[in-house]
């Protein structure tokens, strides 16, 4: 017998499954693929961060600068006054692993970040627009709130947060691992981590001064100038409204039964 080769049937990689059914399946089918690996992530952070304690991350990042940071002079005045006002405000926290730096960065726009080790980057635009020693003392109890919940280094990425737990479990140093300040400030922190940190940072003021008098002014006044004021953008872009921040922080006042209003300590510089 012969062999005859047949075409084979039109239509014979078609599936009979509708297009958009099959469109729709691979829709559903990436979206879950993408909230697993997303969550995957959340939890390789999350248990990385259980092996690198505090002390750990003290000691790791004891003397680091990101990458692209641009320092003021180390003789500027407002630098030493600045820490010397962390070191009060941490004093609220008594068990803190953290010794905290302070380094401001030479930059127009508003913005005060944490960074790992206990590093407090203040900018010189902020600098230039808090008028007294009670608004500064609120931003940076803000920033010790980030560190008493470890927000900072949740904020820094799956890469940085393993290569920091190689670096614990090897004891090896993070001199390798490329940190930039922009990083971190980029991916900014949750709705409920700010809440949480305005918090503490609130607490913190009520100690040292007695009342949290002028502790959000400085809010206030961003929130009229909200529009004009170019430079507000980087610490709103990372900060939630400055509104819902006085509005929470209000309630927070009264709820604790702190005093409103007190003797307010003018800036030393
Ligand atoms: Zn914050």
Known sequence: MRFVAKQPKEGINVSDTHPLVEASTLVVGLTAIFVVIVLAIIFMIEVALFFVSAEDEANLFGDWLPEDLITVAPDDDRLVEIQLLVDRLARHWPDSPYTFRVEIDDSETAN??????????????LLDRVESENELA????HELGHFKNRDHLRALGRGIVLAMFFAVVTDSDVAGIGIKATDITIRGF???QETNADEFGLAVVNSEYGHV?????????????????????TYLSTHPES???IIDMKRQAEAEGWLLTGDVTPLNW
């Open 243 to 245: 509104g819902d921040r």
């Open 213 to 233: 008098d002028e502790a959000w002014r400085l809010f206030e006044r961003w929130e009229v100038e909200n529009d004009s004021v170019i430079n507000l953008v």
């Open 112 to 125: 005060a970040m944490a960074l790992p080790g206990g590093l407090i980057i203040v900018t010189r635009g």
């Open 190 to 192: 949750s709705r409920r």
């Open 138 to 141: 609120f931003v940076l109890g």
